[in-house]
T-cell receptor
Framework: EAQVTQNPRYLITVTGKKLTVTCSQNMNHEYMSWYRQDPGLGLRQIYYSMNVEVTDKGDVPEGYKVSRKEKRNFPLILESPSPNQTSLYFC??????????????FGSGTQLSVL | KQEVTQIPAALSVPEGENLVLNCSFTDSAIYNLQWFRQDPGKGLTSLLLIQSSQREQTSGRLNASLDKSSGRSTLYIAASQPGDSATYLCAVNSGNTPLVFGKGTRLSVIA
């Protein structure tokens, strides 16, 4: 089944403890992206990647890192999480780039709580 | 900077009713606009994508229209069903900038 898989689904951690949220897609998509969703603020892009070894900042990149060593994987890294990073996180992928007319496919989300 | 607004924030209708969800955007220089559905605690599912050169797209009971010059899109749902209850979001793609999402319309279809 074609899908975007995120893990874990739920995560509770403490301030300053490094964590990684994994994202993998099995559709050979070029484009991958991370979003966070917060009540009243909607969905905001954190980072995106057009292809392997190519990553760029989105609207809210502070406090996050990403890597794209393989086409299928795009992990989100929080080196020193803080309570304001408590949010619902989504990974998404698309066959093309932001300048092509391709639908965006989302993972099921990771609910992160930083205490 | 592109801004996307969805009104109303919430909508409740009886089963079987036809309904329209609205999405407006401030900058008409767009590549495309997507409508998504989000169920509680789940990810987003792309319903329809309208390219900037298109006026509308249809999928089953869903029809999305785009009026680029006025900065508006509508999602029409025919013969609504309780299974249509979800939050519907529109997202505008302006090219080499992040997708801009509206905050969504939470739809409840009452049996």
């Amino acid at each position: 089944e074609a899908q975007v898989t995120q893990n874990p689904r739920y995560l509770i951690t403490v301030t300053g403890k490094k964590l990684t949220v994994t994202c993998s897609q099995n559709m050979n998509h070029e484009y991958m992206s991370w979003y966070r969703q917060d009540p009243g603020l909607g969905l905001r892009q954190i980072y995106y990647s057009m292809n392997v070894e190519v990553t760029d900042k989105g609207d809210v990149p502070e406090g996050y890192k990403v890597s794209r060593k393989e086409k299928r994987n795009f992990p989100l890294i929080l080196e020193s999480p803080s309570p304001n990073q408590t949010s619902l996180y989504f990974c998404a992928s698309s066959p093309g780039t932001q300048t092509t007319n391709e639908k965006l496919f989302f993972g099921s989300g990771t609910q992160l709580s930083v205490l | 900077k592109q801004e996307v607004t969805q009104i109303p924030a919430a909508l409740s209708v009886p089963e079987g009713e036809n309904l329209v969800l609205n999405c407006s955007f401030t900058d008409s220089a767009i590549y495309n606009l997507q409508w998504f559905r989000q169920d509680p605690g789940k990810g987003l599912t792309s319903l329809l994508l309208i390219q900037s050169s298109q006026r509308e797209q249809t999928s089953g009971r869903l029809n999305a229209s785009l009026d680029k010059s006025s900065g508006r899109s509508t999602l029409y749902i025919a013969a609504s069903q309780p299974g249509d209850s979800a939050t519907y979001l529109c997202a505008v793609n302006s090219g080499n900038t992040p997708l801009v999402f509206g905050k969504g319309t939470r739809l409840s279809v009452i049996a």
